[in-house]
């Protein structure tokens, strides 16, 4: 695993209830495909978009649970997360990365740009069709 150059800030979208100190570790279901088990634990540098993935899986679970933003600490090596740097956004703007070590969390962020209820529902429609079509395989 080749490390990325990126100084973070990082962050991580979640649901998840997390403490500063806790560890993100690889290994749990995927939020969009829940017959998939990680490998690694995925991060960016966007704020946004730790944002959107955690609405989007807020949206996915179905039982209102709370979407999350984390500061994140890479405790390992680190690289461009193949699935958008590799296939949608060579260079990697998206600051989008992954690791199978795991990460530490520093603090939460409560302020991101929030999806219009209309955008949410657009990424909702997106990941069901995908789980229906069982296509958009993902490198893991």
């Known amino acids: ?3 990325a ?3 973070g800030p990082f962050f991580h979208g979640t ?5 500063v100190g806790d560890l993100l570790t690889a290994g749990y279901r995927w939020n969009y495909r829940p017959e998939v ?3 690694h634990i995925y991060f960016t ?3 946004d978009g730790a944002g959107l993935a955690a609405e989007i899986a807020a949206e996915l679970s179905n039982g209102g649970a709370v979407p999350r ?5 890479p405790t390992g090596a680190f690289e461009n ?4 740097t590799d296939k949608k956004f060579p260079g990697n703007p998206t600051r989008s990365y992954r690791s199978s070590a795991p990460l530490k969390v520093i603090d939460e962020i409560t302020h991101w740009n929030r999806l219009t209820p209309e955008a ?3 990424w909702k429609e997106r990941l069901t069709a995908l789980r229906s079509a069982q296509r958009g395989e993902i490198i893991n």
């Open 45 to 47: 540098a966007i704020v």
């Open 5 to 7: 150059l990126d100084e």
């Open 120 to 122: 949410l529902q657009e």
């Open 37 to 39: 088990v990680m490998n």
């Open 69 to 73: 933003v984390y500061v994140v600490e």
């Open 1 to 3: 695993m080749t490390e």
């Open 15 to 19: 649901i998840a209830d997390l403490r």
């Open 81 to 84: 997360d193949p699935n958008v």
